[in-house]
Structure formats: C-alpha cells, structure tokens
C-alpha cells in the first residue's frame, strides 16, 4: 500500500489528490520530517505520497493539507495568498500547491525568489498559467518584488513557528525509531534494518528479496519496478542502514553512503562549493544532477537505485553521465561487507556487477582545476527525460593547453559511456574550431547511436532519432564556449552562454475595470481549495468498491474470449463485471449502437483503450492487480487497423453523418485566383492534443431504490450522462441522479467521454448492489480517451502583389477516430475558424471526418479553433514568406475593418474591434521598438535569437451547446440567506462564484448570504453541455431571470415597509416581512431559463427556425509575444507577452484574467510542447506524464501584460459581459510566431531561405532543424 492509498482510502484525508501515480503532477505532495541519519538532524521535506511505500513511513510524521491549516480553526498563510491571488481554478492541484511552499518554508525559513520558482519543478497546474501561483510562494521569499510584498502585507503575517518542529534526540520516541523493524502480511515482508551486516543476512536468507531507498523508480514503468505489487515478496529497506549513511568531505573528494538520496548529493556538492571557491565543477555538478526528475523525487530517491536501472533496464539517467564525467567510482558488496570492491563508472556496465550486488559507496574526486559541464534537452524545462545527456570535463595548463578530459553521453548510446576517442582528440590540443570539429567527429565514430522507440510513432517513424543524433555535437560546441570563457581564451557574450535561464515570473501587469458588484473577488471556494475540504467525484466519503477497467490493447479484432479466473483469486477482487452484466443497453456513445459499455463476446474491437471488463474489488490496488490478471483472447489483432488520416483517406474511411463539405462557399473561386499576382498550393498539419484534467476520468455509482442510481461524476454534461445511464440501466431518466461538486479540470472531454467510465461504475453498483468507484490514472486516461482532433490541410491561394487574398480553396481531413462523438459540430466551428479576423473575397472550406481505430476524439479546449487559426496563420506566414514582407503587414492588408466585418458565410460581426485593438496593443507594448530591438540583438548574437510576434483575434460563440440550462433561486425567511441551484457544472471557470455575484446584484443582498448548491440533475433539470466558454452567461442569465420574479414577489413587501418605516427595509428585514413562521408566506422560490434565439438551432413551436448562422456573437483581441531561442538546442523562453481582449463588462475581473492566462498557457502548450504518441495500434505511448509534458512555469512569459478593454460594455451580453474561457487559447499563436521569426533570422545567417513552413508538432526537434544548423557552423 502507498502513502495516498492509506491517506485517502483509510483515513479519508482526501485532500491528497490520486491523479498521475507517477510521481509526475504534484497533486499527491506531502509534507514528511524525519530525522535524516547521514545529516545526524530532523529534515522537512516535501515527497509524492504515490510513490511512498505505507510501510517506510515508520518514524516519519506526515502532514497533509489538512493538518496545515482549516477554515474551521486556522488558516496558513500559504493558503491564504494562494487563495486570495487567485491562485487556483478547477483547485484540484491546489492541495499540491500548498504543501509544495509550505514544505519549502519549514524547511529552509525564507527562501529567494529563484528558490521559489524553481520549487515548482514538480507541481503542475493545467488551468492558471503558474503566476499567481509562483507570486504567491515568492511573497514569502527574502527578496520578493514589489507586487509579491504588497500580497504577502494585503493576506498578514506569515508565523513561521505556527507549527512545532521535532529537533534531534531531544524527540522522546528516538529509541523507537533507531532500531531494525519488520513489517510482514500474507506472500510479502518488508524489512528495515540498522546495520550492513543485517541486511547481508537478511539478503542471504531471502536471495530473492528486492533492495530499495525511495522505491520512486515504478512511477516511471510501474509493471517492472512496483515492489509491492507482486513484483517482490520481500523487501529491504535501506534508509536507516548506518554503513551505508556515511557523508564524507576531504581535500581528496566527496564519499555518499548508499543509502544517501540525491538531494543529499546535490547538498553536500553545493556545500564542498562554498568550502573551495576556487572550483568550478561542485556547483556544476550539482546543477547537472537537479535535472533529475524534481525536488520531491530527489530527496526520496537513491544514487545507487538510479545507477542500477541505468545499466539493468535502460533508464535514460542524467544522473549517470553526470557523474561520469567527474570520474566517480563506486563501491559495492554482495555477501560480505568484508569483501567490498571498488569499481569506476566508466566500466560500470550491464554485467559489471553481480545482480544482486548492494552499492555501498559513491566516491567523487576533488576536480580541482577542472571546468566541468553538464548538458541535457527535454521536451520542456522541468521534469522531463532528457533526448540525450552529456558531460564533459577539461583541465588547461599554462600554455591553454587541454592536459585532462572528460566526454561522457548518456541516453545516445546504448549506455551512458565515455568516449575515449574523443577524449584522446582533445587532450594536447586547444580550445579551438579545428579541436572542436575533431572532437565531434570522434563522439560519431567512437559510439553507437542507440534509437528511441517512444518518439517513433506511426505519424513520424523516424520519431526525434535526427535530433537526438546530433545534439551531442551542439553540446560540445556550448562546452567549448563556456570553457574558453572560463579558461580566458575567448570571451563570448553572456547571453550565449549555457543554458536559458529559469527566471522568477514577474507580477502580471493587470489592466481592468470593476463595476458595482461586479468585482474582482477570490471563487467563494478558494479557502476550501486551498484547506483540501472541497471534496471531489472521488473525494465523495461513500464506502465504496474499487474497479479498474481491462482495456483492448489491440486496435481492430473480434473479442474470443475473457478468462477471468486468475483475477478472481487475487487478494481483495470481489468480481468481474462485463457487457453479459448490463441490465439495458450496451451504449455509451452518442449514436446508438456505436460505442458499447463493455465489448460483448464475439464482439468488435474498434479501438485500443475499448473498455471490455471492470475488475471490482475492495482497493484500488487489487482491483489493478485483477484487470492485470484477466486474460484476453482476440482474433485478427489489428487487422485491417486504420490509424493515420492518410490511411483512411486511402480506405475511404468516413464518419458520414460528421461531413461539412462546402463549410464555407463564397464567391467565385477561379475568377479570384484569375485576379491574383500568385497562387500556389501548400499543406500543414496540425496535431492533436490531450485534454490532460488534473483529476482524470471519475465516477462513484450508489445504488437506490427503485433500480435507481445516484451517480458521482466527473463531468461537464451530467444531464447527457444521466440520459445515458438510463438507457444502460434500463430504468427511467428520473431514477438516475447526476451529481457533482466540481471538476478537478475538464477542458472540453468530460463532455462525453465520462459516460463509458461511469456507466462501468453504474452497472457493477447495480450487479453488485454496492456502491463503485472507478477513477482513471494518467496512463489510463491517454491510453482510453481520445483528445483533440488532427488535421490534414491542402489550400490553394492567390494573392496580389501586396499579399491581399483575392481566392482560397482549403481541403482538410480530421482524424475523428472511432465514433462519432461530437466531431460533426466541431468540424463546422473548425472550418469557421479559418476565416478568422481576415477579409476572404473568394473562400471554399471543405471538412471531412475520417473515421479511424483510435480512441474517440472530442471536445478540447476551444473545440477546433486551435485547428482553424493554425491553418490561417500557416497561410497568412506562407504568403509574407513568399512575398518576402513581414507577417504582420499581410495580416494588417488582410485584416476586416468594422466596414466589412462580415464573415465568409454572411454572418456579421457585431461590435467589430479588431482593427483597433491591434493597432492600440501595438502602440502600448511598443511593438516597433521591440522589434527592432529584436533585431539588433540577433545581430551581435549568432547562437541566441529572439524574435516578436503580433496576432490578432476574432472568436465565434454559439449558445446552442448550454441553450436552456435553468437556475433555481431560494431564499430562506429565516435569515434571508439564499441557495442558487443552476444546470452548468463548476469546471474551473469560476461559474459558482459569478452566479452568486449576479444573483447578490439582481436581488440587493450581501453576497455572502449566498450560497451555490452542488450540481444535481433532479434540482435543474434539462441542462445542456458546460462548454464553448458560454455556459457562465447562460446560468447567470437565467438565475438573474429567477431574481426578477422574486423581486416582484417582494416588491409589495418592500414598498409598505419603506413607507411604514420612511427608509428602505434591510434584506433581511425585507425577507422576514415575506415569510416567516406564523407571519406571511410568500414563495420565495423560483426557476429561470434562459434560451438565446439568435442561432440557426432555435426554433419555435412549430419547428421553424429562430435563427440564420450557427454562431451567436464574436469576442475580439489581440496578442504579443517575445521570445529567445537557444539556436544550438531549439529550445526557447517566452520573455513576454500582451493582451489586449475585448470581455465586454466583466463579471468578476480577477477570474476571467486567470482564464485568460490558463487559456494562453494552453494554448503554449498545445503549439511548442505537447505530442501524442501512437503507434502503430493506436496506443498511446506517452504513458502518462512520462512522455507528454504540458507546460510548467519555465514555458510561461516571465512578463505578462493584460488589459480588459475598458467601457466596453457588450449589449447582448449578460451584465454587458462576453465568454473568455477560450479564445484567449489562440493568442499563444504569437509564441509560435515569434519563435519563427526567430528562426528565420538563424535561417538568413546560414544562408537559407526566411521563407519556411513548420507543420505541428513544433517541439524541440522541429525548430532546431528548422534552424538548418550543422555541425560544420561551429566555429570557436
């Protein structure tokens, strides 16, 4: 059992959160102190409770979120600052959040600034954007800026003594924890001795028994490395083992026990540093080994267990040639402490050692003299394994001549090794260009390049092996950089030097205006997020069984059989529930009989990832050890498997009824291109993208009544669901109930793709007639949910001289995958988006939807717009590149001014103000002057670029999706106090807080009188979809309606008090006259609806529509982003970026500035960082958070500017407001843009065309080959 199952599933403190199991995330940190045997004092730290084995908490005191502070008694002020800065929004992270800082601070009192940001390298937040957060934490810092002062005086004091600390052998229990223990049950033991010599025998007599420090390494492949999940039966721990804690320092070098964690490498290297200042190399060691994973993994995980999976199961370790590189040895014994040998890493390879060798030492010399170097590239900053690891080392005499060497790879060749060819190139010669080369071609010839198979998927066979393959020649010319630098051989500007920086993010520069009532408040739930009372689906404290789904892992095939009996005999499993359990129909789609609950024997298998069976058992981790059990049959496993669009394309392979051929047809096409200067043909490609919720897929089903079934969901539709699970359980649509608090993040999937996981959960309750809980893990929910949409572009366009579009034919393809789903509407808004705020005389847009045997896809944050703006821009770069003119100029001849802000299609653009708010961003972020600046700072800089970028907006909405959704307003006579029940689900967007704001302003009551009931579908029924950024308005709209009856109610009450008292009766006054016990007995109850009429989808009673286009109104903005570019690696930071964006009269300020940072941060995602990864079957191969990497901090601007367009109210808007959950996605654009630009100017440098086309992905790999650097322009 770990941490997090005993915390959550035992002891219901649920504020820990079960999200990745991966050590991956944060949402699982805790709080631990122990005392540290090596260091001989207590230790405050913060670890991942997945990843923490129950049994080596022995003498640890653990704090959770709720044992930092409550609303109840006491607030912390962690929690306070990260509530009032708006530091949350769906606040399943949070709790994360809190222990993350709060961790930090007992630790080590007042961190800096820098300490603060780089704290967050392993805490992920899919909603904010990281800088209220990140401001929060640096409130607390010795040098905190300005704006993070004036928080931390704005929340009060922060007591850093609020809890006591242990301290040394003064803790009474000390004789308790110094001595060995043991912990057995049935088939497995743990043992956790005190001395070397005990472990030995203990080893002897269990030879099969498993060493272990941290036991981190199953977060990384849990199948191998998860000792006590039937992996290992017996266990020893080797924490508190004295020989192997020893922690020596010396003028010779440094020696680890090994049972020291990395951080204390880390620790003792930096200390060693400020002992010989003279050095170079004990600091950048240490800099080399904090790119290992993140600070909660470090300070559990051990040297000697990361070394191990290095040569036994090739783990891609920076740690290894790291250390490589600074000549380290080690020390290890297998039976005798007596027989301890000594071994170099160099010749530490598989087979070097004995298996059940126990590492005993690490021994890292005094480099003195030495320049040391380590370089690695992930697919972001933090927390990512690295493409291909190398250190290097030199020691230069009088003459500058090299006299030692050091050219370590890791993650290259098979195993991280030294390449002593091109050492022996260095050594006698100098830090020079024809050295350099020399070296280069040595590292080729000397070592063989191993191949990555994650990366090489079915899109890209080759995957980033390219890449990969040539780093290490980028290395070493960064190596010969820094080191002529240091040696005084050549002086090299600084910014050229090592790394991008992680710089601390700045305050964000927020412009906005706030109306009466209409403020800039916390969500109501900010306290209970940052406390951890707030529970979720899987929060919910129901005594409940455990299930865990047997997925296909095959793409086509027809299901022979399951064979469940080893599952049944599993510890703990209660049954197996399948498609021969379901009482209704097998349906979980949208269109009958397309997507089944559970595949039915003799079935079709459409997909990898199709639901076949749910194990149900009494944890979660018999449960996932039962699905492991059960063994599948399938005939004719992927045959015939379609993946790819080219490939159905190639079949024929079409969702018939998701086709939107003529999208868009306007105009004359061949007179258009007849008209043009130029017309050409070109194509991009545009990939998918996971939704990537913190709290993943989850559902708790509870039998009642009747047949009946409540349901707790994770959802944005728990109506479509409740109608659903009727069906599946064949009762009527009323004896299901859909509830939910909120969700942990939904960002579009939970939609529909909730429905298969909680009609499994429904149909065990029912079997079982028990309560079920089934919630995903990451590797579950990349594996079985489908994402975003890929598509496949061609067009045709012609232009005039200037760049204005006289004619365009787009041709695009989806891969819709196996169902329908919601591919159909989002195809149509796909094609729409295309046009974006461009004037197109002569347009044609066809969609197709193709049809594949990958998980459905869906509804993904700002649902097909990504798509449609990258197709535009694509077309709008290709034309400045061929014209030879900057991208901004053919936007501006192209951009509609309010005279002809008319879409392609007829529909109008009301209120149109792109063509000022581009011109006013431009004007205040001094776009010209940094542009020029830009460029003359690519002038003097050959390896750093940057590049600025402007991108202008123009969104579609439609109402269609929450059209209808009603609210229910009580008030109670007792104290005026009032419930809000309303059909839109809390995802994140703050929707509960807004709707209390507008129910405190149409009713005149105190706003915290209110309060926001959780979503339930038998309180409002009929509720639409929570989507399209528009369901806020639409429930605000409707509880604002449900006010009004109830003000006339009270108007009469009103007015005979008023005149009674000769002064306006208070609230309270005015509800207790309306209804009291004995007294009068208005109802003051009432429902409102609201039900737009201005789109093509509302009709009136007799059918006919209300309604010409498919869209209701437009939201307009503008972007600009910086960027630099590391040319040598193709990685880049966004410096800044300013928005300008017109919401209308906003709601609540604070809130929607937060969904535009989140929706941008996405959107930075989407564009440079994240890739699915399918093979060949269609399975995802990202395993989680292992391989796919969404943005954390370093990926975000370290300067943001926004302003909310002032006195702008919306006229058709609720309270004047418009939607901002996500177009502001689109905006991040001018990321990409800006780091193509930066691109081109490498481009120009080495002597190729600036005029270059990159499809997505556009992650490290690409942008460096786009950069067309080669080895050979390495010059020093």
């Not at 005389?841 to 097909?864: C, E, I």
């Not at 009551?1005 to 639409?1024: F, G, K, M, W, Y």
Request: glycine fraction near 10%.
């Amino acid at each position: 059992q770990m941490l997090i199952e005993f915390l959550r599933d035992s002891k219901g403190l649920t504020g820990t959160k079960r999200s990745c199991l991966q050590g991956g995330c944060g949402a699982c940190v805790v709080a631990i102190q122990e005392y540290d045997v090596a260091t001989r004092r207590w230790v405050y730290r913060s670890i991942n409770s997945c990843l923490k084995p129950l049994v080596a908490c022995h003498g640890v005191s653990v704090t959770t979120v709720e044992g930092v502070g409550s609303e109840r008694k006491c607030v912390h002020q962690v929690q306070k600052r990260i509530a009032e800065n708006h530091g949350m929004q769906c606040g399943f992270c949070t709790p994360g959040m809190v222990m993350n800082t709060y961790a930090l601070l007992r630790a080590g009192g007042k961190p800096t600034a820098e300490e603060s940001m780089k704290n967050y390298d392993g805490n992920i937040c899919r909603c904010t954007g990281y800088r209220n957060l990140v401001q929060a934490s640096e409130s607390f810092a010795s040098d905190a800026s300005n704006e993070a002062v004036a928080l931390a005086e704005k929340c009060g004091h922060h007591d850093a003594n609020l809890c006591d600390k242990l301290s040394g052998p003064e803790y009474p229990k000390m004789d308790m924890l110094r001595q060995s223990v043991s912990f057995k049950t049935e088939g497995f033991a743990w043992y956790a001795p005190m001395s070397l010599e005990e472990t030995l025998e203990i080893k002897k007599s269990k030879p099969r028994a498993m060493y272990i420090l941290g036991d981190t390494a199953k977060g990384i492949r849990q199948a191998a490395y998860e000792v006590a999940n039937g992996r290992a039966n017996d266990v020893i721990s080797l924490r508190n083992v004295s020989e192997l804690n020893i922690l020596e320092k010396n003028g010779t070098g440094l020696t680890f026990g090994g049972a020291l964690t990395i951080q204390h490498l880390i620790d003792a290297l930096q200390a060693y540093q400020q002992e010989h200042p003279n050095s170079q190399w004990p600091e950048a060691v240490a800099d080399g080994l904090k790119n290992v994973a993140q600070h909660h993994i470090r300070s559990e995980a051990g040297w000697a267990g990361n070394l191990l999976i290095t040569i036994q199961r090739g783990f891609p370790s920076d740690l290894f040639p790291c250390l490589l590189a600074a000549d380290a040895e080690v020390s290890y014994v297998t039976t005798s402490a007596r027989d301890e040998k000594r071994i170099s890493l160099v010749d530490f390879k598989p087979g070097a050692v004995p298996f059940n060798a126990l590492l005993t030492k690490l021994h890292i010399p005094n480099l003195a003299g030495a320049f040391y170097k380590y370089y690695r590239v992930g697919q972001r900053k933090w927390l990512s394994h690295c493409f291909a690891g190398a250190g290097f080392r030199v020691v230069l005499d009088g003459s500058k001549t090299i006299t030692d060497a050091r050219v370590a790879l890791g993650y290259w060749a098979s195993t991280p090794m030294r390449s002593s060819k091109a050492e022996q190139v260095l050594l006698g010669s100098s830090l020079d260009t024809e050295t350099l080369q020399k070296a280069i071609s040595a590292v080729h010839a000397d070592l063989e390049f191993a191949e990555e198979r994650m990366f090489q998927t079915v899109d890209n066979p080759t995957g980033k092996d390219s890449y990969r393959r040539n780093l290490p020649d980028s290395y070493l010319f960064k190596f010969f950089q820094e080191a002529q630098n240091h040696f005084g051989v050549k002086s090299w500007a600084a910014e050229e030097l090592g790394n991008l920086p992680v710089k601390p993010l700045k305050a964000g520069d927020l412009k906005f205006q706030e109306a009466p009532g209409l403020d800039n408040k916390p969500q109501l739930s900010s306290m209970g997020l940052t406390t951890g009372a707030v529970r979720y689906t899987d929060d919910q404290p129901v005594p409940s069984l455990f299930g865990y789904p047997v997925l296909s892992e095959v793409a086509t095939g027809k299901l022979e059989n399951l064979d469940v009996t080893e599952a049944l005999k599993v510890e703990g499993v209660v049954d197996v529930v399948t498609a021969a359990d379901i009482p209704g129909a097998n349906c979980a789609g949208f269109a009958a009989g397309e997507e089944p609950v559970f595949v039915e024997i003799g079935g079709a298998i459409i997909t990898s990832g199709q639901q076949l069976a749910l194990v149900v058992a009494t944890s979660y981790r018999a449960a996932k050890r039962g699905a492991a059990a059960v063994t599948v049959k399938i005939s004719g496993a992927n045959e015939g498997a379609i993946i790819t669009i080219d490939q159905a394309i190639e079949a024929g392979s079409y969702l018939e009824e998701a086709h939107f051929r003529n999208t868009i047809d306007k105009g004359d096409l061949e007179e258009g291109f007849k008209s043009s200067d130029m017309v050409w043909e070109g194509t991009t490609y545009v990939i998918g993208q996971h939704a990537f919720p913190m709290e993943k897929q989850a559902a708790l089903a509870v039998p009642e009544e009747k047949k009946g079934m409540t349901i707790w969901n994770s959802t944005q539709g728990h109506d479509f669901c409740r109608a659903k699970l009727a069906g599946v359980l064949d009762v009527p649509g009323s004896y299901v109930v859909v509830k939910q608090t909120r969700a942990g993040g939904a960002f579009g999937h939970k939609n529909s793709r909730q429905v298969p996981v909680a009609a499994m959960a429904a149909v065990a309750a029912h079997k079982l007639e028990k309560a079920v809980r089934v919630a995903y893990e990451s590797t579950l929910e990349q594996w079985a949910v489908g994402g975003r949409h890929s598509f496949k572009t061609k067009y045709k366009v012609g232009v005039t001289k200037d760049g204005k579009i006289q004619s365009c034919e787009i041709e695009s393809w989806c891969n819709g995958g196996c169902t329908h789903d919601f591919t159909g509407f989002l195809n149509l808004e796909m094609g729409e988006a295309i046009p974006s705020v461009y004037w197109w005389p002569n347009m044609k847009v066809n969609v197709h939807a193709m049809k594949t045997n990958l998980p459905t896809n869906t509804a993904v944050r700002s649902f097909g717009s990504p798509q449609g703006y990258f197709i535009c821009e694509a077309i709008i770069e290709d034309i400045a590149g061929r014209l030879g003119k900057a991208v901004e100029e053919i936007r501006e001849v192209n951009m509609c001014t309010r005279e002809n802000a008319v879409t392609p299609w007829g529909q109008p653009m009301e209120y149109y103000n792109v063509d000022m708010l581009w011109k006013k961003l431009k004007q205040d972020a001094k776009f010209q002057e940094r542009e020029e600046a830009c460029k003359a700072f690519n002038e003097k800089h050959r390896w750093r670029k940057r590049g600025i970028s402007a991108v202008p907006l123009a969104y579609g909405h439609c109402y269609a999706y929450a059209a209808g959704t009603g609210a229910l307003v009580n008030i109670f006579g007792s104290d005026g106090s009032v419930t809000v029940h309303h059909g839109g689900c809390e995802i994140g967007q703050g929707i509960h807080t807004k709707v209390a704001q507008v129910v405190a302003i149409s009713l005149g009551c105190p706003l915290e009188l209110i309060r926001v009931a959780d979503t339930n579908s038998e309180v409002v029924p009929n509720a639409r979809f929570t989507g399209g950024s528009i369901t806020t308005e639409v429930v605000c709209e409707a509880a604002r309606q449900a006010c009004k009856q109830l003000l006339e109610t009270l108007r009469p009450h009103r007015e005979f008090l008023a005149k009674r008292d000769g002064k306006e009766p208070s609230w309270t006054e005015l509800v207790a006259a309306a209804n009291t016990v004995l007294g009068h007995q208005e109802k003051l109850s009432a429902t409102g609806i609201f039900s737009p009429a201005g789109n093509q989808y509302t009709t009136d009673v007799e059918g006919n529509k209300l309604g010409e286009f498919h869209g209701d109104y437009f939201t307009y903005g503008a972007g600009i982003s910086e960027v630099e570019l590391d040319v040598l690696t193709g990685e880049i930071r966004p410096l800044r970026s300013d928005i300008l964006y017109d919401v209308g009269q906003s709601i609540n300020p604070g809130i929607d500035l937060g969904q535009l940072e989140g929706a941008f941060v996405f959107g930075i995602g989407y564009y440079l960082y994240e890739e699915p990864l399918r093979d060949n079957r269609g399975t995802e191969r990202s395993q989680g958070v292992w391989a796919y990497k969404p943005p954390m901090a370093p990926e975000v601007p370290i300067e943001f500017h926004v302003e909310l367009l002032r006195d702008n109210p919306f006229p058709k808007g609720v309270l004047g407001s418009k939607a901002i959950g996500e177009p502001p996605f689109m905006l991040a654009y001018s990321v990409l843009g800006a780091a193509k630009k930066a691109i081109a100017s490498v481009r120009r440098e080495n002597g190729l065309s600036e005029h270059f086309q990159m499809p997505m992905p556009c992650t490290v790999d690409a942008i460096q080959k786009a950069c067309g650097v080669e080895a050979s322009h390495f010059k020093c």
